[in-house]
């Protein structure tokens, strides 16, 4: 590939070069390390997280007094209730996955219910009544799940409840003394 100018061949070196104009991050190692591809790809958002709190702890605050503070406290009640609102999330996906099963076999239920009528088997009655007793076995499973899901999620409502406040309350410290800071100088 030929270069038609100076610009293009320069920014071709910058892009390939090893030394970068920002200052190396620490790496920390993830604490929760599983294989990509698998069922655990869905806890990343946590594990990243997580990592994001245990690295806030090596952060130094010295761009104001209200970050050095209340800006720890800020962003770990911040980091708290992502971690609630991840776990919402992710039981809010595994009830609908349980109640797409649930309607998928109640379905299936029902067509092979109406195969049976409009047909004369010789065991119609017994292959009927059987039916009949799966869709209420269905339907007894998804009384069971909503209930299992609503008593599961208030927990984890509660949190964010109480973790919105707590939010709420540190950023609230923060603004009030960054404005004290801003008005009357450090």
Not at 50 to 67: F, P
Not at 89 to 106: A, F, S, T
Not at 134 to 142: F, I
Request: charged share 25%.
């Amino acid at each position: 590939m030929m270069y038609n100018t100076i610009a293009q061949l320069r920014e071709l070196y910058f892009q390939q070069s090893r030394y970068s104009a920002e200052p190396a991050k620490a790496y920390y190692p993830p604490l929760l390390q599983w294989p990509s591809n698998s069922y655990f790809e869905r806890f990343k958002p946590d594990s990243d997280l997580l990592q994001n709190a245990i690295s806030l702890a090596d952060k130094s605050y010295t761009s104001s007094v209200a970050n050095q503070i209340f800006g720890s406290q800020k962003e770990q009640e911040y980091l708290g209730l992502k971690h609630s609102s991840n776990l919402f999330y992710e039981r809010c996906k595994l009830h609908k996955q349980h109640l797409e099963e649930i309607n998928h076999r109640h379905i299936q239920a029902q067509e092979k219910l109406f195969c049976v009528k409009i047909n004369n088997f010789p065991d119609k009655a017994k292959r009927q009544s059987a039916l009949e007793s799966q869709l209420l076995q269905l339907e007894q499973q998804r009384r069971d799940e909503e209930l299992t899901f609503w008593k599961d999620t208030a927990e984890i409502r509660e949190k964010l409840f109480e973790g919105a406040a707590a939010y709420r309350v540190a950023r609230q410290r923060y603004s009030i003394f960054s404005d004290v800071e801003g008005k009357y100088g450090r």
